[in-house]
């Protein structure tokens, strides 16, 4: 190691005198150098012991010094570098709120806490002040943080697919769905009583719209009132596509739920003239057999093309969903079997119990559990028969496992293979939802109350998602879970090394094999 002192003059005339500790290293056979740690505003006097110590004549060595274990770095060193890497950090900028938002990204990654726990005990463990540049920050800050990134969040998601998509220029598919996330509370602003995909009873909700790239990477997130039904979310998304972004040629891609006969015109419509990638109900399906457009017969493993006029049908039975399915009736019958017999015998011993309302509890799990149509049950002097529909039970398996993807764009824009596993690309979106919601990130329950900082919140998990799934792409080959690559990350600390009162923060040089692998496959530098 040796101390490196560089002056360089201002543009106001004065001379600025920076000094660093520097080492040396071989890489390919070349001897170069890197900085261990800057030391500019100590004393002169303690440089200078040190540096007469680094030549071998000071009275003590380096292995004399005083040594701890510092700071967490190597985790939010990674998320800086890969938020650079994504365009996150240039679709920010420069100012405090850009890294109170880079700031709140690692967090989020890496604890899954408040803002109260991460301006108050995570900034404790973690190298914000060296990785970051600001240090004193408080939990309104945070809170502010969150509004500023929903007042400015279509600026920044303008900028951040500018920077990913400057270069692609032909017809684009775009992957959209819809979520929704509970609330702890009753006070927010965007709260309200709908639909619940959470299965949580009682709880207050937002619905969340996601945009995502054909890479399943998220281009724009958008929070809706947690009554907004699916389909009263999809003409922003196409007006953001225009308009935001710029978008002149789109293939839109939604499930049966999000996409109906009012969403297709508008997509069709003079405005956008666009294509749209969407599935139909087992009652469409069922009205095109009917009709004679469609046959049974040819619902097969491979996949089928059916076209009637402008709209294309791609035809597949999954023969496994369709074995699960069947299992799945089985076992919901067999279900209703014990059932009755439980009732019968219960019936048998308490003569007094009303048999008309052990049937109705029965009746009200046959409904819940779907099976209605094939199933119904008699009573006769107090025992309650179950009765089958065989006929009925065979034509409600004749769709097992059978589904159809529906669109009007032309096959020499968009194949039969390419508009079945375009479709099947929802996946992803899925995925995002799974991923922020109950794995990595940890959205829910929500805790936020102000309209802005609601949207802001959502944003960041956005952002962190984008983050996270460049992490996990990169690094597939590797077959570590994501949890364990954060939490390998997050254990590379600085070492600390006290002279004379100073600090040395030393980023160490030897880390773990698994960790130097991440690292390494990651493309970066600590």
Same mark, same amino acid.
């Given at each position: 190691?040796?101390?490196?002192?560089?002056?360089?003059?201002?543009?106001?005339?004065?001379?600025?005198?920076?000094?660093?500790?520097?080492?040396?290293?071989?890489?390919?056979?070349?001897?170069?150098?890197?900085?261990?740690?800057?030391?500019?505003?100590?004393?002169?006097?303690?440089?200078?012991?040190?540096?007469?110590?680094?030549?071998?004549?000071?009275?003590?060595?380096?292995?004399?010094?005083?040594?701890?274990?510092?700071?967490?770095?190597?985790?939010?060193?990674?998320?800086?570098?890969?938020?650079?890497?994504?365009?996150?950090?240039?679709?920010?900028?420069?100012?405090?709120?850009?890294?109170?938002?880079?700031?709140?990204?690692?967090?989020?990654?890496?604890?899954?806490?408040?803002?109260?726990?991460?301006?108050?005990?995570?900034?404790?463990?973690?190298?914000?002040?060296?990785?970051?540049?600001?240090?004193?920050?408080?939990?309104?800050?945070?809170?502010?943080?969150?509004?500023?990134?929903?007042?400015?969040?279509?600026?920044?998601?303008?900028?951040?697919?500018?920077?990913?998509?400057?270069?692609?220029?032909?017809?684009?598919?775009?992957?959209?769905?819809?979520?929704?996330?509970?609330?702890?509370?009753?006070?927010?602003?965007?709260?309200?009583?709908?639909?619940?995909?959470?299965?949580?009873?009682?709880?207050?909700?937002?619905?969340?719209?996601?945009?995502?790239?054909?890479?399943?990477?998220?281009?724009?997130?958008?929070?809706?009132?947690?009554?907004?039904?699916?389909?009263?979310?999809?003409?922003?998304?196409?007006?953001?596509?225009?308009?935001?972004?710029?978008?002149?040629?789109?293939?839109?891609?939604?499930?049966?739920?999000?996409?109906?006969?009012?969403?297709?015109?508008?997509?069709?419509?003079?405005?956008?003239?666009?294509?749209?990638?969407?599935?139909?109900?087992?009652?469409?399906?069922?009205?095109?057999?009917?009709?004679?457009?469609?046959?049974?017969?040819?619902?097969?493993?491979?996949?089928?093309?059916?076209?009637?006029?402008?709209?294309?049908?791609?035809?597949?039975?999954?023969?496994?969903?369709?074995?699960?399915?069947?299992?799945?009736?089985?076992?919901?019958?067999?279900?209703?079997?014990?059932?009755?017999?439980?009732?019968?015998?219960?019936?048998?011993?308490?003569?007094?119990?009303?048999?008309?309302?052990?049937?109705?509890?029965?009746?009200? /799990?046959?409904?819940?559990?779907?099976?209605? #149509?094939?199933?119904?049950? %008699?009573? $006769?002097?107090?025992?309650?028969? !179950? +009765? *089958?529909?065989?006929?009925?039970?065979?034509?409600?398996?004749?769709?097992?496992?059978?589904?159809?993807?529906?669109?009007?764009?032309?096959?020499?824009?968009?194949?039969?293979?390419?508009?079945?596993?375009?479709?099947?690309?929802?996946?992803?979106?899925?995925?995002?939802?799974?991923?922020?919601?109950?794995?990595?990130?940890?959205?829910?329950?929500?805790?936020?109350?102000?309209?802005?900082?609601?949207?802001?919140?959502?944003?960041?998990?956005?952002?962190?998602?984008?983050?996270?799934?460049?992490?996990?792409?990169?690094?597939?080959?590797?077959?570590?879970?994501? /949890?364990?690559?954060?939490?390998?990350?997050? #254990?590379?600390?600085?070492? %600390?090394? $006290?002279?004379?009162?100073?600090? !040395? +923060? *030393?980023?160490?040089?030897?880390?773990?094999?698994?960790?130097?692998?991440?690292?390494?496959?990651?493309?970066?530098?600590?």
């Amino acid at each position: 190691m040796f101390i490196q002192r560089t002056q360089r003059k201002g543009t106001n005339g004065k001379i600025y005198q920076s000094v660093v500790l520097m080492e040396n290293y071989r890489q390919d056979g070349k001897v170069k150098h890197r900085t261990i740690a800057t030391i500019t505003k100590w004393p002169e006097k303690v440089i200078n012991d040190l540096e007469k110590i680094l030549k071998g004549k000071g009275v003590f060595s380096l292995d004399d010094m005083e040594f701890s274990y510092g700071k967490s770095y190597g985790a939010i060193k990674t998320i800086k570098e890969i938020s650079r890497i994504t365009g996150i950090t240039k679709a920010l900028g420069n100012g405090k709120q850009a890294k109170l938002a880079l700031i709140q990204i690692a967090a989020r990654l890496i604890s899954q806490g408040s803002r109260n726990y991460i301006a108050n005990q995570w900034i404790k463990n973690q190298d914000v002040e060296a990785v970051f540049g600001i240090d004193k920050f408080n939990e309104d800050d945070l809170y502010k943080n969150l509004i500023w990134l929903s007042e400015n969040q279509n600026k920044i998601e303008k900028k951040l697919y500018n920077i990913r998509h400057k270069d692609k220029k032909s017809k684009t598919i775009f992957l959209y769905d819809v979520t929704s996330s509970y609330f702890e509370g009753e006070k927010n602003e965007l709260a309200d009583y709908g639909y619940n995909r959470d299965k949580k009873k009682g709880k207050k909700q937002i619905v969340i719209g996601l945009l995502t790239d054909s890479e399943g990477y998220p281009i724009s997130v958008e929070v809706f009132r947690g009554n907004t039904t699916d389909t009263k979310t999809v003409s922003s998304q196409l007006k953001k596509l225009k308009e935001l972004f710029g978008v002149e040629t789109v293939i839109f891609v939604g499930d049966k739920g999000m996409i109906k006969s009012a969403q297709i015109d508008e997509i069709l419509s003079d405005e956008y003239k666009w294509g749209y990638l969407t599935t139909i109900t087992k009652e469409q399906i069922n009205t095109l057999i009917n009709k004679g457009i469609l046959q049974l017969s040819l619902f097969e493993d491979e996949i089928v093309e059916i076209q009637d006029k402008d709209t294309r049908y791609i035809l597949r039975r999954n023969k496994y969903r369709a074995e699960e399915i069947k299992k799945n009736r089985t076992e919901k019958i067999e279900y209703i079997k014990n059932l009755i017999s439980e009732k019968n015998k219960y019936l048998s011993q308490h003569k007094k119990a009303d048999t008309e309302k052990a049937k109705e509890k029965i009746q009200e /799990k046959i409904s819940v559990l779907k099976i209605s #149509k094939f199933i119904n049950i %008699e009573l $006769k002097e107090r025992i309650l028969i !179950l +009765n *089958i529909d065989e006929q009925a039970k065979q034509k409600e398996a004749e769709l097992d496992g059978c589904y159809v993807v529906k669109t009007q764009v032309a096959k020499k824009d968009l194949s039969t293979r390419d508009a079945h596993d375009r479709y099947k690309d929802l996946s992803m979106v899925e995925f995002v939802f799974r991923t922020a919601k109950t794995t990595l990130e940890e959205m829910r329950p929500i805790y936020v109350q102000k309209e802005a900082q609601t949207r802001g919140y959502v944003f960041i998990v956005m952002l962190a998602y984008i983050v996270s799934k460049y992490i996990r792409d990169a690094t597939k080959d590797l077959r570590y879970t994501h /949890k364990f690559i954060f939490e390998s990350l997050d #254990k590379i600390q600085r070492l %600390e090394y $006290k002279f004379k009162n100073k600090t !040395l +923060n *030393i980023v160490p040089k030897k880390i773990l094999e698994h960790q130097a692998k991440i690292i390494k496959t990651l493309n970066i530098k600590l």
